[in-house]
């Protein structure tokens, strides 16, 4: 999904034949409506029509899957508004299974968050529903499906059911002159207990929540894929990214998986991480690796100063070359492809922050602290690893509670040997601390915690209505790894 314009917004995109963007329509807005089921008793067309249905995706010739999409796309079509504007979106489902579409990082109510633990009601199946929502806050947003998966690994996150959601701020500072958006996706889920996600654990991390004695127990299954794309194409087998010496890229990295964390290089160029989750950072810096977790956003600015053609792509070698890459060509260059393994690097999210400096307490202090453990049952029903979240599985008796206007705390202890990209709905928090490392000024709405690492994050509870958290991958979601927040 390649948008060419420097910083120029709808409609004049140069994508490829059919992909279309959507742009709002122009009209007047309506006053707000009734809760609409009814699509006849709406007086004014959507902004934004989804079709959700069976298609067929062309990963590469000869490679084609089937899934389920957006408007027979994969991303589905990129939303793209302004801050604040009152945006209606009708979902229409041509399958036989509810469906529920969540609008990832964004402020609005649960009734129409797109989650069935909130209260959303789903799109019927053969039914339609419309969502309509103010657009906020400004930033790289996303929408998927929110569906439980459970055992069947042709629903949910595990489908094609993603897109891009870009709500531009009033003032958009945008300094590029390319932009591009990357998904990154593995697909043909299965079980197994080989975990392809697990990268070498560094023995030298803190590891503030690793127990004194190990698990003895034998670890259960787990999700892995045999293919994998940026977008809806295998590496090599889309267009490449075409690009001109000196130009500023500016990149918008989704990881759209429902099972891994990906790392990311481009082989002779350096990422100016500007935003994470939509947000922008206090201290951009450039580095040589993205690390990504479901759900999670990287905006970063490529400076093309390297003439050549280039693979960018995941750094383990089975990941890209069974898909997970995209040529990235200049002007009048002709030859092979090239990946050079990045230099060693660490991500880590804190470069980006701001540091508390002597006494000056970069963070109010809050009213409250909240302490989540996470453990993983391995093996358990179906051989599948459960989780616990404060020693039960969701749903919880009681319910975590936040009461409007304070300010909570969230500690994150992960006592598992997992890292978990930890999501809550309809929020942003900031980053307070990462395994002992302090840090201010970085928001997001999703966290990896590693392995047996720790987490600090603070949030003020100013979104009433129920609140879901859950760890992004769709697996460790739909066994246990949930919880809900309401306010009281
Ligand atoms: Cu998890």
Redesign the pocket.
């Given at each position: 999904m390649i948008a060419t314009g420097a910083g120029k917004l709808r409609p004049a995109f140069g994508m490829s034949p059919g992909q279309q963007v959507q742009g709002p329509t122009q009209h007047a807005m309506a006053p707000m409506e009734p809760k609409a089921s009814e699509p006849k008793t709406t007086g004014h067309a959507a902004d934004f029509t989804l079709q959700i249905a069976p298609m067929m995706v062309e990963l590469a010739p000869q490679v084609v899957i089937s899934t389920i999409g957006y408007n027979n796309k994969v991303p589905g079509p990129l939303l793209r508004m302004r801050e604040g504007q009152r945006v209606t979106i009708d979902v229409v489902n041509d399958t036989d299974v509810p469906e529920y579409v969540h609008w990832h990082g964004l402020f609005v109510p649960s009734e129409v968050d797109g989650v069935e633990e909130e209260g959303t009601p789903p799109v019927p199946p053969h039914g339609r529903r419309r969502y309509q929502f103010e657009a906020r806050p400004a930033g790289s947003r996303w929408y998927h499906s929110h569906t439980m998966a459970m055992l069947d690994l042709h629903r949910g996150s595990y489908t094609g059911q993603f897109g891009f959601f870009m709500i531009d701020p009033a003032n958009d500072p945008g300094h590029y002159d390319q932009e591009v958006f990357l998904a990154l996706r593995e697909w043909q889920y299965f079980l197994s207990a080989m975990d392809q996600d697990e990268m070498a654990v560094d023995r030298n991390d803190p590891m503030p929540e690793k127990p004194a004695k190990p698990d003895p127990r034998q670890n259960g299954l787990e999700v892995s894929a045999p293919l994998y794309s940026i977008n809806d194409k295998m590496l090599g087998a889309g267009d490449p990214l075409r690009v001109q010496p000196g130009q500023r890229v500016l990149m918008h990295l989704l990881n759209a998986s429902a099972a891994q964390i990906h790392r990311v290089a481009l082989s002779g160029h350096k990422f100016q991480v500007i935003a994470l989750d939509g947000n922008p950072v206090p201290t951009p810096q450039p580095v040589d690796v993205i690390e990504i977790a479901p759900g999670e956003r990287v905006d970063a600015i490529v400076e093309m100063n390297n003439p050549g053609v280039w693979i960018l792509g995941e750094l383990r070698n089975v990941a890209r070359q069974s898909g997970m890459g995209i040529v990235v060509e200049y002007a009048n260059q002709q030859q092979r492809a090239q990946w050079t393994p990045p230099p060693k690097s660490r991500w880590d999210y804190t470069i980006f922050g701001t540091t508390g400096s002597g006494t000056t307490a970069p963070h109010p202090t809050p009213d409250e602290t909240i302490d989540m453990v996470f453990e993983k049952v391995p093996g358990g029903p179906n051989g599948i690893n459960h989780?616990l979240v404060n020693g039960k599985e969701y749903p919880h008796d009681r319910e975590f509670v936040f009461r409007q206007g304070r300010r909570y705390r969230l500690v994150f202890h992960n006592r598992s040997d997992?890292?978990?990209?930890?999501h809550i709905h309809r929020h942003l928090f900031e980053l307070v601390e990462l395994n002992g490392k302090p840090t201010a000024g970085i928001k997001k709405d999703t966290v990896i915690v590693p392995a047996f690492g720790r987490a600090t994050v603070d949030l003020v509870a100013d979104q009433p209505g129920l609140t879901l958290f859950h760890?992004?991958?769709q697996?460790?979601?739909d066994f246990g790894?949930m919880a809900l927040f309401r306010y009281v």
């Open positions: 989780w997992d890292s978990h990209p930890l760890c992004h991958m697996q460790h979601m790894f």
